[in-house]
């Protein structure tokens, strides 16, 4: 079974450009997750998604991330503009309530080192 | 809201020893566990999950922890630290909603 795909695995960009992620769960789980992990921390939720509805957004910072997942299987991560202190690696999981597994499975992550 | 903290950001273990990672949860209801390890540039992988079964639970790699109600713990063991073991490792607990909240984690040296 392929695991969950995430592209690009590093970016960089300068303060105020703008960028997106994708991500590709685990075919056939409906919830995917967004996380956020700045260098000696552990991952912080952004936003979870249930099939194409978001069911989490409590931490994104509304006024320059956002994210859809049309179709309820891929999602896009965007900054829009982006500052020094979104220099992280964000991590895209997915997992599938139904089998009662309780296990969200991650994608390797992107880097984004802003400048 | 529920919470984990991990002591200790580094731990270094000699080749062979003990490998031992505390993990204290603060939650209002029974919690979900998880232990999660990333190598260097890679995502989480799951080393193994207490959800309400048996109290002493065995992972991947030789990993096990023991859920403490009392002491509000989910320590990670591994009797014998293996090179291949050196890693950042993840204690994370869940409510509901399968929303984990991760610790800052511990990054594992292995001395030869």
């Known amino acids: 079974e392929a695991g969950v795909a995430q592209s690009p695995r590093y970016k960089i960009i300068e303060k105020r450009q703008s960028v997106a992620f994708w991500c590709n769960p685990i075919?056939?789980?409906?919830?995917l997750y967004w996380y956020q992990q700045i260098l000696g921390q552990g991952p912080k939720l952004l936003i979870q998604f249930q099939n194409n509805g978001v069911v989490d957004d409590s931490q994104l910072p509304k006024d320059r991330f956002s994210a859809e997942r049309l179709k309820g299987v891929d999602s896009t991560l965007k900054i829009q503009p982006a500052k020094l202190e979104d220099s992280a690696v964000y991590l895209c999981?997915?997992?599938?309530f139904g089998t009662g597994n309780y296990e969200q499975y991650f994608g390797p992550g992107t880097r984004l080192t802003v400048t | 809201a529920q919470s984990v903290t991990q002591l200790g950001s580094h731990v270094s273990v000699s080749e062979g020893a003990l490998v031992l990672l505390r993990c204290n949860y603060s939650?209002?209801?029974?919690?979900?566990l998880f232990w999660y390890v990333q190598y260097p540039n890679q995502g989480l992988q799951l080393l193994l999950k207490?959800?309400?079964?048996?109290?002493l639970v065995k992972g991947i790699n030789g990993f096990e922890a023991e859920f403490k109600k009392s002491e509000t713990s989910f320590h990670l063991t591994k009797p014998s630290a293996h090179m291949s073991d050196a890693a950042e490792y993840f204690c994370?607990?869940?409510?509901?909603?399968?929303?984990?909240?991760f610790g800052k984690g511990n990054q594992v040296v292995v001395i030869p």
């Open positions: 075919s056939g789980h409906a919830t």
């Open positions: 939650s209002s209801v029974p919690p979900y």
């Open positions: 994370a607990v869940s409510q509901g909603n399968n929303r984990l909240a």
């Open positions: 207490y959800t309400s079964a048996a109290t």
């Open positions: 999981a997915s997992t599938d």
